[in-house]
T-cell receptor
């Protein structure tokens, strides 16, 4: 089992819809969870971080964390074509530990 | 505030040569990590340096090495280059439990 897994893509949604991206992780001791967006040919950029169970909202983005189920998700409301990118889930066990990235899910938002 | 700076942006090297990549982190960030990104393998962790010490290491051969200087700048070296080393090499800095900020990357092509 890979340490961090993401739903296989590509994921296509129409403009204005909600895009749902999922991530599961194997290390129950993980403490910090991040979502990155990577446009083609660019480096990843941090869009959300979450540390506690529950939801965290930032504009059109909502991150959800369930440590019992070892599951973290990212919802993008009112999806725009500019949201078309690869979304990477990253998990960190704790202080002094490195981040582990999932393989990414490619999202296409269709006009 | 200046971001993470990587140089050079592009490199073409011949098999058997060696290469050195440079990374200047965000001011105040003492943690610098290096990743290799390829289409097939995604983001693979190489190593992390913190206060001039290698704190974590990924599963790469000894041909891949790095170091960090007292000003937190980091270099990565790959010796005896192989065709399979062609990739985007990303440097990222962080305040440990916070998320990474990535540099623009160095695209290495080995011919």
């Amino acid at each position: 089992q890979k340490e961090v897994e993401q739903n296989s893509g590509p994921l296509s949604v129409p403009e204005g819809a909600i895009a749902s991206l999922n991530c599961t992780y194997s290390d129950r001791g993980s403490q910090s969870f991040f979502w990155y967006r990577q446009y083609s040919g660019k480096s990843p950029e941090l869009i959300m971080s979450i540390y506690s169970n529950g939801d965290k909202e930032d504009g059109r983005f909502t991150a959800q964390l369930n440590k019992a189920s070892q599951y973290v998700s990212l919802l993008i409301r009112d999806s725009q074509p500019s949201d078309s990118a690869t979304y990477l889930c990253a998990v960190k066990r704790g202080y002094g530990q490195n981040f582990v990235f999932g393989p990414g899910t490619r999202l296409s938002v269709l006009p | 505030k200046a971001g993470v700076t990587q140089t050079p942006r592009y490199l073409i090297k011949t098999r058997g040569q060696q290469v050195t990549l440079s990374c200047s982190p965000i001011s105040g960030h003492r943690s610098v990590s290096w990743y290799q990104q390829t289409p097939g393998q995604g983001l693979q962790f190489l190593f992390e340096y913190f206060s001039e010490t290698q704190r974590n290491k990924g599963n790469f051969p000894g041909r891949f090495s790095g170091r960090q200087f007292s000003n937190s700048r980091s270099e990565m070296n790959v010796s005896t280059l192989e065709l399979g080393d062609s990739a985007l090499y990303l440097c990222a800095s962080s305040l440990d439990m916070d998320g990474y900020t990535f540099g623009s990357g160095t695209r290495l092509t080995v011919v």
